[in-house]
């Protein structure tokens, strides 16, 4: 019975790494003049930025309107809490692509800038998954 137990979650890890693997990538964005690693996630609603970057790049940012109250895998909330803030729309070039995008404000030192659903459905790139690429 433990064989069996230990052979479901070996499965299940493998396949949440496989998920993992096909849901979030990282690749370089160009914010200005840094290079700056992006996570790029099938699964993020909105655009993230961290305060450490926004703070050390003097980045200007706007209260929001509405606070947005952020949720995490299984609803669990964010932990640096509700998001209040938001940049001002940055110029981003992101592989073939140039755009603007407002980041919303969130404590996120290993992901410092995340690049979600909206930017993926609006410029619908193409992604090579070997080598984290994003083309046109």
């Known amino acids: 019975m ?8 070996a ?16 690749t370089q964005v160009e914010m200005g003049h840094p290079l700056h690693v992006a996570l ?6 909105s655009c993230f930025i961290h305060e450490g970057l926004k703070k050390k790049h003097g980045i200007p940012v706007l209260r929001k309107n509405k606070t947005v109250v952020a949720e995490v895998v299984d609803r669990w909330p964010l932990a640096s ?3 209040t803030m938001e940049t001002i729309p940055l110029g981003v070039h992101l ?3 140039d755009s ?7 404590s996120s030192p290993i992901n410092m800038v995340i690049i979600g ?3 993926l459905k609006k410029h619908n790139p193409e ?10």
């Not at 396949?15 to 849901?23: A, F, G, K, S, W």
Request: aromatic content about 8%.
């Open 11 to 26: 499965t299940l890890q493998s396949l949440q790494q496989q998920v993992e693997d096909l849901t979030h990538r990282q």
């Open 100 to 106: 603007h995008i407002c980041f919303n404000v969130i």
């Open 81 to 83: 809490g509700n998001i």
């Open 127 to 136: 992604i090579n998954w070997e080598n984290n690429k994003i083309t046109s």
């Open 117 to 119: 659903m909206p930017w």
């Open 95 to 97: 592989g073939d692509h």
């Open 2 to 9: 433990e064989n069996a137990y230990e052979e479901i979650v």
């Open 40 to 45: 790029v996630d099938l699964g993020v609603s």
